[in-house]
């Protein structure tokens, strides 16, 4: 009997991170970006892991997730440095999330934009559920 191949082609992440220094409240950064970017985040349900949650901010589909919560705990372990987690979710070009990149590191408040490599960062797994 002849052995078949198949080829597996694994779709692209269409989901973009970004580690998000800053020293603001997340109220304050949600509203600093809205009035920058032009956006319109607004509360949304919070990423609950281990019994705690951990805020979260919606506009479309970008989500900006509080990475450390108040009593000390921080939802991505390997980002403790982190502030803020920004999740993309596709529907937008490289040429759009390079200038979003661009405009966020434009807010005085924001310290850095980092962008996140998905397989490098294995906590960022607890993101996955947010469309």
Known sequence: ????????????ESSHYYAISCNEPMHK???????????????????RVNEIDYPIQVDGSIFLIKNRHSNGKVLVQKLNNVDYVLKETGGMTDDARRNLVSELKKIDSINAVINLDVKAVKGLVVLNNLY
Do not use: H
Not at 1 to 12: A, C, D, G
Not at 34 to 45: A, M, V
């Open 29 to 47: 950064l949600a509203w600093m970006i809205n009035t920058e970017l032009n956006t319109n985040f607004k509360e949304g349900e919070p990423v």
């Open 1 to 12: 009997m002849k052995k078949t191949r198949v080829k597996l082609e694994i779709p692209q």
